[in-house]
Structures are given as C-alpha cells and as structure tokens.
C-alpha cells in the first residue's frame, strides 16, 4: 500500500524509459527488466515541513506507508538523489544498500528453478512455499487443491482483467447454503509478492487440515471460505517480467503514463485523501470509481454474495493489522469491535513466530487512503474488513527472502482463523469498561456491547446467570437493552451478594441463529468477581500537590521530564486527564499547544516519577491508577517501554509491578493487589519510568486517577462460616462445635 504522495513521475521510470525506448510505452511485455543498478533504499526522519517537501521531490519513489513530520520514511534513491537529500539537511540511514543486487539475485534464483521445472506442488506439504510463484504457477496450484478435495474446493471465475487474464478464486467449504461466508485476496499491488503466497497458504491449509484438525473442519461446516490469491493479474505478471517493483495494473492512461492503484479505485469515499488524481502517481485512482476490470470483478464478486461477513485484504510491508477507515481519522460504529478484533489477530500473529504487528485503524495508525476495498467491503456492504500489511518492516521491503514467507504465511493463518471464527458468530459480545474483579455486596452494574454480524439479539431471551455455590444451580437475571445504535448497548445487574463471597457468572444472547455467551463455552468457563466492601486509604486525582517527586536522583533524560499541568494533547500525548471533573493530571512533558508529536516528548534518557508514602498495610490492599502510553511513532516505534515498580521500604528497592508496552491511545486503568508483589506495608512507594532509549523513539506517559483502597468485610457477629450473612448455616457450626474447645464457635469468649 505504499504511495507517491506528489504529482511527480518517478526518476526511476524516467530512466527507465530512457533506458527501453519507446517500445517501453507501446509493447511494455517485450521489454528487458529494468535493473535498478546502484539504487538504494533509505530512511530518513523529515523535522520539518520542508524536509518532507524536499525528501518527496528528490526520491524516486516511496516504500513506506505515510508521509509526515516527524514521521519515517523508506525511499528508493539513486545516488544523485541520495546526495541531494543529504543536502537538504536529512540524516540518512540506509536500508538496503543497492536494490538492484537483490533483484537480480532474486530473479536468477527464480530463473534456474523455472528451469528444472519447478511449475507446481506437492499437496500436503510446504514445499511449495519455499520460493515465490508466478501467476501460471498459482493457478496450476489451485487446480491441484481442487482435484485433490473435489467435495470440499471449487473455482470461482470472477472475471478477467484489462489484459485477459482470468482473476480466480478458490471456494472451500462444507457449509450449507446461505452461511456465512470470508474473503481473504491479495495482489491488488503487484510488487508486494508475500501477499499472493500467504493467501495461497491459507487455502493449501484449509485443505490439507479439514480432515486431521477438528477445529478447521468444524469451521468449514459453518462457513463459506473464499481466497482470492490474485486481484491484479497483469500487474503481478509484469512485476515478474519487465519491472519488479511495479505497483498498479496495466492501465494505458494515454499520457505515457500506465497504471491505476486498484486500492484506490473502489466506490466508498472514492477520491478523497489519500489518492492522486495524477496517472503518473503511485496512488492515482483511476478516472472513476471501478473503472478497472479488476476492482469491478471483485465488486461484482461481493455483491453476488451478500452473506459475506468478514474480509481481509494483504498487502505488504510493515506488519500491520488495519481497520476502517481509510479515508478518515474518525472511528467507525464499530470501531470497539474492530480494535477488539485487530488486537486479538496481532496477538495470535504474535504467538506464532513472536512476530510484532501493530493494530488500529488505517487513517490513525498508517495514512488516509479514500477508494480502497476495506472501506468499500465495510461501508458498502456491512462485512467486517481487514488490511493486513505482511513483512517485514523495511530491512528487505518488498523483496522480501524466500525463507520468511512460511513464517509469514504460519503467522497470518492463525490471524485468518481468528477472524473466521470471530465472524461467523451471529453476534459479538464485548465489556467496554470489563468484568469486574470485585463488587460490593450491594450488587454492581455491569456494561456490554453486543455487534451484529450475522444476526441480531433477541431481547426477552438475553439472560445473565450467576451463582456464589459451586454445587448450586446458576440463577437468571434479564439484561436489558439500554442503546440500540451499533454496537448495541445492554446492562445486566451482578445481584446483591454476601460479602467474603465469590460470584460466579456469564451472560447469554439469544439470536435466530443460535445461543451466543461470554465466555464462549460458559458454564464450563466463568467471570469469577469478589465481593468485598472498598475502604479508601489514598485517593490523588492530580488537582493539588500531594507530595509526588519528579527524577528524585536528578534528571536523566534530556527533555520530557514529568510535569503536572493540564495537557496540552498531540498524537502522541493526552488532551484531557482521565477524571471526570479534573483537569490536571502527570505528563511526560508539556509543548505548546499545537505542537507537533515529537514536541516535549521523552528524549535522550528516563524520567522517573515517584510516590508519596502510602499505606498498604492491610493484607487486601489495592493500588490503582489510570496510565498514558505512546511509543508507536518516530523512527524506532515500540523500542522503548515504562516500567511500573512498587516497594514496601520506603523505595530501598524495588519490584516490577508491570512493564507497559501497549500503545493504547486512551487512558488504561490498571489495579493491582499488593500482596501479589510485596509484603503489605505502612511504607509502599510506586514508580512510574518513562524512558527513551531507541534512537528516534516518540515516547509519551501520563499517569492520573491514582487510589489505594482496601478490600474488607466487616465483622459480623455470630458470623462463624465467614459469608456475611448470619443465618441456619452458622446455627449448624455452633451445634457442631457445642461442648468442645473449638474457639471459633465460642460466641461470649
């Protein structure tokens, strides 16, 4: 998905042309590959307005997602522009050293396997992921997956592109009719070759696991699986043959100019920011909405299959999991299901192969792009969609090693499974503000989003069930229904409770298409919630001075010290404080209102922000507080983290009370029971370091809402069994315990 943000004819096609001759604009297929001999691609950091201008006009193309003021970027220079870049005052870091070297290395590779006849696969193995493949090469693999499942896989034909060449998907399924169905495609970029493979991966998957693994053949029986390995046929067929670095289809746009981004020729927003309006540009859209064969073939694809509910689209490079929108920085109705969804794909890419994917929107987290097929699949159609950019994050770019497409592929087909199985849920179930680890014996009210997928909730039959005996039978509550925009919003009541007990719950949404609950095999799992009285020993909403110390030892980093102010917001640091009526809170840092994201930021060290003496005497003792965090911008994202360490010695040492590392990008409340981690004391102290120390890193921290509370139940008399409640079942301990020494029945003393 990366882009040319200016209305420039790159100098690498200039050459190019010089180069081939005229041929080159008239018969483009008959032409010799262009080398790109001594081009190197770098990474520079624009401080300013005009070094972003200055690196823009003098690359010859872009490679990185984005372009902005303080913000990374990955571009391909030759050694002229090289030098200009430097003399516009940017420092350069090089990637790679000549692109040129990698891509013939890679095509002479790939010639001498074409010459021992390496045209295909063997199903049930890898091996045919151990090198890229053609387009003839993919459609032969798809044939073989169908002729070896002929009752599970069929070839859908979807069209065929500007040149003739058919755009063919793979239909995978044991589902009956009308089921629910997901699209995975890739290629709509022809140089980002990873994109075909892992798709490819993903059906070979399917295939060969629907009769060895139960958890795919069960999906497979509720569910239609679509994958569309090529989009931009012509494109990819030319990035093998003429120009490996080749982004857009095949268009002749009549200017000497060829090519339309296919991602940004779709009708939702179409023409908005993020696309050119100019053909020479990588992100030129087209004259109209789906003016490409292709970007129609597909849309004619979605409409004929209305019960598509997910979708993810890959691309590459830069390990991202990305949600609508594009083509704004506002967040979508459903924007908790999304960033719910996406964390929880990164996650399971994460677990594979310890691989870091960041999630989040595409307009915040990577750039506005109006036109593209996720806002179109989502906006349009009311299915779930994804982008997925693969590997990796610059140091190959898109001529990515052979080796890691398995690793890539592996990673993404959980990330896959997770959104088939996320989907084709009639409904998804989610707790805004969480389940609550502890409730007052009063009884507590309980938020949740429910996201329509497939279905709806039927009101009368959304029920909690709860209990406090494990050998008890669970009793319902209604949950009622208190929003009905998307996500709908609903409340149950966790019922009045003993105190000293432990409630035991899940809830329960009953859709025409089945029971849906949370947790998802409930009763067998459960929410567990303590119910206990809270006391308040400590409570600093920031508004006044407490006796907090900034950097105690002397300060360290070179700026972004922590300061107590009301915030002055970027994209990287809070607008406002976490409480409801406050303003104040702890930053790392105060800039001018308006400032850039660098602005005041963490640099050059830690900053270390430290408690007052707190008492946390009492055994069930509780710390809590509200965190900032935001280390996902600059040229070193998620290079850095802050530490959370808490002492019972007055700060005579220290013990890690977590390590923060999520880029959130709100307030995230975190308690933690001090026993877990010290020894209760009168003398408890907590610390908060905000470091920078990866080169470029864009840190920033806030703290607020800071509290210590301890978890009580008052004595009861005559309480004997220590459930809150004095009744027949305390009776029953006193008569088992009359005339013995038993003392803790022995009511007078």
């Not at 494109?235 to 289809?249: A, T």
């Not at 060829?258 to 939702?268: I, M, P, S, T």
């Not at 470029?696 to 809402?705: P, Y």
Request: aromatic content about 8%; hydrophobic content about 40%; proline content about 7%.
């Amino acid at each position: 998905m990366s882009h040319r943000p200016l209305a420039v004819v790159p100098l690498a096609v200039v050459r190019l042309v010089l180069a081939l001759g005229a041929s080159f604009l008239t018969s483009p297929a008959s032409a010799a590959p262009p080398e790109y001999a001594g081009d190197s691609i770098i990474r520079v950091v624009p401080a300013d307005l005009r070094q972003l201008r200055a690196a823009l006009i003098m690359a010859d193309d872009v490679w990185s997602h984005g372009s902005a003021v303080g913000r990374p970027l990955d571009l391909l220079v030759d050694a002229d522009s090289r030098r200009s870049i430097e003399r516009a005052g940017l420092k350069v870091e090089t990637l790679i050293p000549d692109v040129g070297v990698m891509i013939a290395a890679e095509r002479k590779r790939l010639s001498e396997a074409a010459q021992a006849g390496d045209q295909g696969g063997i199903a049930g193995t890898d091996a045919w992921f151990a090198d890229f493949k053609n387009n003839a090469q993919i459609n032969t693999k798809l044939d073989e997956l169908v002729a070896q499942r002929p009752d599970l896989c069929s070839i859908v034909a979807l069209g065929n592109s500007l040149e003739g060449r058919p755009i063919r998907a793979i239909r995978i399924s044991n589902a009956p009719a009308g089921a629910p169905a997901i699209v995975f495609n890739g290629c709509q970029h022809a140089r980002e070759w990873v994109s075909p493979m892992t798709v490819m991966y993903i059906a070979n998957r399917l295939v060969d696991d629907a009769t060895t693994d139960p958890q795919i053949a069960a999906l497979l029986q509720q569910a239609e699986i679509f994958v569309i390995p090529v989009v931009n046929p012509d494109g990819y067929q030319y990035s093998w043959d003429v120009n490996r670095l080749w982004r857009k289809n095949r268009r002749n746009n009549g200017n000497g100019t060829f090519g339309v981004d296919l991602n940004r020729n779709w009708d939702y927003q179409w023409g908005g920011a993020g696309a050119s309006s100019v053909p020479s540009d990588e992100t030129y859209r087209g004259p109209f909405a789906f003016s490409e064969p292709e970007s129609q073939a597909m849309r004619d694809f979605f409409l004929a299959r209305p019960n598509v509910v997910g979708h993810i689209d890959f691309h590459s490079y830069s390990q991202l999991v990305l949600s609508p929108w594009g083509y704004t920085l506002d967040p979508s109705p459903d924007a908790a299901f999304f960033n719910a969804l996406g964390q929880q794909m990164a996650e399971g890419i994460f677990a594979v192969n310890a691989m870091t994917y960041i999630a989040g929107p595409i307009g915040p987290t990577l750039y506005l792009a109006s036109g593209s097929s996720v806002d179109w699949v989502y906006g349009s159609r009311g299915a779930f969609s994804f982008t997925i950019e693969l590997r990796d994050t610059g140091t190959f770019g898109f001529v990515l090693p052979p080796e890691q497409i398995l690793p890539t592929a592996k990673e993404n087909f959980v990330a896959a499974m997770i959104l088939v199985t996320e989907t084709i849920k009639p409904i998804a179930i989610s707790f805004p503000q969480g389940t609550p680890s502890v409730i007052p014996p009063t009884g507590a009210t309980v938020t949740i989003e429910v996201t329509d997928i497939a279905s709806e909730p039927i009101a009368e039959g959304a029920t909690l069930w709860s209990r406090t005996n494990p050998n008890a039978a669970f009793v319902a509550s209604p949950i009622v229904e208190v929003g009905s925009t998307q996500p709908s919003v609903w409340t149950a009541t966790l019922p009045a409770t003993p105190c000293g007990a432990t409630l035991s719950w899940y809830v329960d949404f009953a859709t025409n298409r089945g029971s849906v609950r949370a947790p998802s095999d409930a009763p067998a799992t459960v929410f567990s919630t303590s119910v206990r009285e809270t006391t308040t020993v400590f409570a600093d909403d920031f508004e006044s001075n407490t006796g907090w110390s900034v950097d105690p030892a002397g300060p360290n980093a070179s700026s972004g010290q922590w300061v107590r102010v009301d915030p002055n917001g970027t994209a990287a640091q809070p607008e406002n404080d976490s409480t409801v009526n406050g303003t104040m809170c702890f930053v790392t840092g105060q800039g001018p209102v308006g400032g850039s994201v660098g602005t005041a930021d963490v640099d050059g060290g830690t900053t270390t922000l430290v408690s007052p003496m707190l008492n946390c005497s009492d055994a069930e003792s509780r710390v809590q507080y509200d965190r900032w965090y935001s280390n996902n911008q600059g040229s070193s994202p998620n290079s850095d983290s802050m530490p959370v360490d808490i002492s019972n010695d007055g700060g005579l040492a220290w013990t890690p009370l977590e390590l923060v590392t999520e880029n959130a990008g709100a307030w995230v409340t975190k308690t933690f029971r001090v026993a877990d981690f010290v020894a209760p004391s009168p003398n408890v102290v907590v610390r908060f370091i905000a470091r920078d120390l990866g080169a470029g890193s864009i840190v920033e921290a806030g703290v607020d809402g800071f509290r210590v509370f301890a978890l009580t139940c008052p004595d009861a008399y005559g309480d004997l069994n220590g459930d809150g409640v004095v009744d027949a079942s305390d009776l029953a301990v006193l008569l088992g315990a009359w005339g013995s020494t038993d003392g803790s029945a022995d009511l007078n003393g």
